[in-house]
């Protein structure tokens, strides 16, 4: 990624999407690619800036691209090859690595003038298998269920990440002889009893790209021109994120088989609640390139809103909470619905049986079984592109929410508000008919709780503890990997 001759203009969107080389983030870079060239003029420019782990598969996802867009300049006919519109660059970057994500992150800081969208999409899931018992048995008792909320799936628990604190300077070069060697690996050996243990998922999932996030803040409050809006942080989060699958005991998500979907909980506690007064210190401080570490924000409980406050008066409250936070970056989080990636892979015959079984939950009135990526990516897309007027006047009217995609029964793509646990659509209490009305909307867990006040207030607690945590161990860690 060579940006040092990239010249600044109010016309061009800087655009950043970690884990593009394939599934659901190398879907998003296509729509986002056919979208901005059908809804932004002309004159308007894209530089897509893409992660991968390997430098092979970012030299691969770059060749796809490009690819693409001389594809689509073909197809439409356009007098100038598109890639002279949009730019694509690529990175490297393992966010099971702190020091990896420092490296990307110092490279954007020197290369690019400023960032408008960071879509966190990369993600490991962590699964080793299927309890095909159980399948069996949920297929043919609550099929809806088990092909939209599937607990039959074997994942595996205590899996820490590698250790940070190892440096180039401890790794044997070519020639080192065998007392060398046995000098690194008890290094390394030391290092890992040393250094507090990062779960992987955790790590890969949530806590790489919250360091990746506040390193490039910088970036992200460059606004285009004066008064115009600062960067979107958009995380992805899943559909299965249920208020079960986490506890603020394991914060690691280390102790539970089902690690993938505790991260994912914690991702939509940290995007719900960023905006929220209960998490203002924490988040004021994450979004300051220039804090001081040693002072810490006061711990004192910030007030809540009234349990017998009407629900347009949450609303309002929650527009004003966003619009105290504006000189921050904006923080949305979407999800995918139920689509075909590489982060579960499969054989050929189970992946076939998942199919049929996915289009046919679609068929009989699920919205959340997009299949495609390319349709899951519509959420993530859209709130990448629109007018940021259309956003604030979204959660002025509905309040904050879980952007998820959907389809219908013919897989046309839309996108929805998606229910959040402790939250609710918006963070709205309501009652009579408006809670009916959000009883029997399509896709609902059976287990889902109705949102009240007091899980309403629970939930910002639990936000307000989970940013505490993650700000707490981003300066344990900033400051361990800076004694070296």
């Known amino acids: 990624m060579n940006g040092h001759d990239i010249k600044e203009k109010d016309d061009c969107l800087y655009v950043l999407i970690t884990g593009a080389n394939s599934g659901l983030g190398l879907a998003s870079c296509h729509r986002l690619i056919d979208e901005f060239i059908t809804t932004r003029p002309a004159a308007h420019t894209l530089r897509l800036l893409i992660t991968t782990r390997s430098e092979q598969k970012g030299i691969d996802t770059l060749f796809t691209l490009q690819t693409y867009l001389q594809k689509l300049s073909v197809s439409k006919g356009t007098s100038e090859p598109l890639s002279r519109r949009i730019k694509i660059g690529a990175a490297q970057v393992d966010l099971t690595s702190l020091r990896s994500v420092e490296r990307l992150s110092k490279k954007l800081l020197g290369s690019i003038p400023r960032l408008d969208v960071l879509i966190l999409n990369a993600g490991i899931g962590g699964w080793t298998g299927i309890n095909w018992l159980a399948a069996i048995y949920e297929v043919f008792t609550d099929f809806f269920v088990s092909v939209t909320y599937p607990t039959y799936k074997y994942g595996v628990s205590g899996i820490r990440a590698k250790p940070q604190l190892l440096t180039s300077s401890s790794s044997p070069s070519s020639n080192t002889s065998t007392s060398a060697t046995s000098t690194t690996k008890d290094l390394r050996q030391t290092n890992e009893e040393e250094e507090p243990p990062l779960g992987e998922i955790f790590c890969a999932n949530v806590f790489g790209h919250y360091m990746l996030t506040h390193q490039v803040t910088p970036l992200l409050q460059r ?245 505490r945590e993650m700000e707490e161990l981003r300066v344990e860690w900033e400051g361990r990997l800076g004694e070296q």
């Open 223 to 467: 606004n285009r021109s004066p008064g115009s809006p600062t960067g979107r942080i958009i995380w992805l989060s899943s559909v299965e994120a249920g208020a079960k699958h986490f506890s603020p005991s394991d914060f690691q998500c280390m102790t539970t088989d089902k690690a993938y979907e505790s991260s994912k909980r914690l991702v939509d506690i940290l995007a719900m609640n960023a905006s929220l007064p209960g998490s203002k210190p924490w988040v004021d401080r994450f979004f300051s390139s220039s804090e001081k570490e040693e002072e810490t924000p006061s711990s004192s409980p910030a007030p809540s809103a009234s349990s017998n406050s009407p629900h347009q008066s949450q609303l309002q409250q929650h527009s004003q909470s966003r619009s105290q936070h504006q000189q921050h970056p904006h923080t949305y989080v979407a999800h995918p619905g139920i689509c075909r990636t590489s982060i579960y892979a499969t054989n050929p015959l189970i992946t076939l049986f998942q199919t049929l079984a996915i289009y046919l939950a679609r068929f009989l009135g699920s919205p959340w079984h997009t299949i495609d990526a390319y349709k899951g990516a519509v959420s993530v897309v859209w709130l990448a592109l629109a007018s940021q007027a259309t956003l604030d006047g979204s959660e002025s009217r509905d309040g904050i929410g879980k952007w998820g995609s959907a389809t219908d029964m013919w897989g046309n793509e839309r996108v929805v508000r998606t229910e959040v646990d402790g939250w609710g659509y918006g963070g709205g209490v309501e009652g009579g008919e408006a809670k009916q009305a959000e009883r029997d909307r399509k896709g609902r867990r059976p287990d889902r709780q109705e949102l009240t006040e007091e899980s309403k207030v629970a939930f910002e607690e639990l936000g307000r503890t989970c940013w």
